[in-house]
């Protein structure tokens, strides 16, 4: 069993729709959460901590559910600049794992 | 620096020639790791490093593949005797130590096509 797991997708979503999607992990030891953003193969870009009381930042809500072990992404208002993959990463002590990524696709 | 630089951009190399690619890691991060990213396949963790040593090295293929973090020096990670299969981008990524909430930033990697 892999240690980060996400849904590969894609997720199609019309511009303006709301799309969520969520990452299990198996280590319940991890700390530290994160959701990063990869356009096209380029390097991976820090869209979000997740934080253990939830947290928002602009139209994007994170969300960390420790005794179900999993974490949340959910976009509100869609726009075309969204569509990228998503990475869930997860964090033990400096030990970074990522899940395979989330691809969304927003179309007009 | 304020960024992870890696270099080169792109590498290419016949099977079976050595490759060496490099990571200079954000100035006043202390750990420093390497993923190696196949296709649209996911980021396959190799090693990481505390300042120079060796942190985590459970990814690392026990063959042909070392890694190396000196002081004053960017971090390397050399292949010897490349083969098909090692096509990949490889990226690296530094973050400050490890408490909560700390991101890691990567590099821009660098894309690795043996022929």
């Known amino acids: 069993r892999k240690e980060v797991e996400q849904d590969p997708g894609p997720f199609n979503v019309p511009e303006g729709a709301t799309v969520a999607f969520n990452c299990t992990y198996s280590?319940?030891?991890?700390?530290?959460f994160f959701w990063y953003r990869q356009d096209c193969r380029k390097e991976p870009k820090l869209l979000m901590s997740v934080y253990s009381s939830g947290n928002e930042d602009g139209r994007f809500t994170a969300q960390l559910n420790r005794a179900s072990q999993y974490i949340s992404l959910l976009i509100r208002d869609s726009k075309l600049s969204d569509s990228a993959t998503y990475l869930c990463?997860?964090?033990?002590?400096?030990?970074?794992?990522f899940g395979a990524g989330t691809q969304v696709v927003v179309t007009p | 620096g304020e960024e992870v630089a890696q270099t080169p951009k792109h590498l290419v190399r016949g099977e079976g020639q050595k490759a060496k690619l490099y990571c200079a890691p954000i100035?006043?991060?202390?750990?420093v790791f390497w993923y190696q990213q196949v296709l649209k396949n996911e980021f396959k963790f190799l090693i990481s490093f505390q300042n120079e040593n060796v942190f985590d090295e459970t990814g690392m293929p026990k063959e042909r593949f070392s890694a190396k973090c000196l002081p004053n020096s960017p971090c390397s990670l050399e292949i010897q005797a490349t083969k098909l299969e090692d096509s990949a981008v490889y990226f690296c990524?530094?973050?400050?130590?490890?408490?909560?909430?700390?991101?890691?930033?990567f590099g821009q990697g660098t894309r690795l096509t043996v022929v």
């Open positions: 990524a530094s973050s400050q130590s490890p408490r909560e909430n700390t991101e890691a930033f």
């Open positions: 990463v997860v964090d033990s002590w400096g030990k970074f794992q």
């Open positions: 100035k006043g991060h202390s750990y």
């Open positions: 280590n319940s030891a991890s700390q530290s």
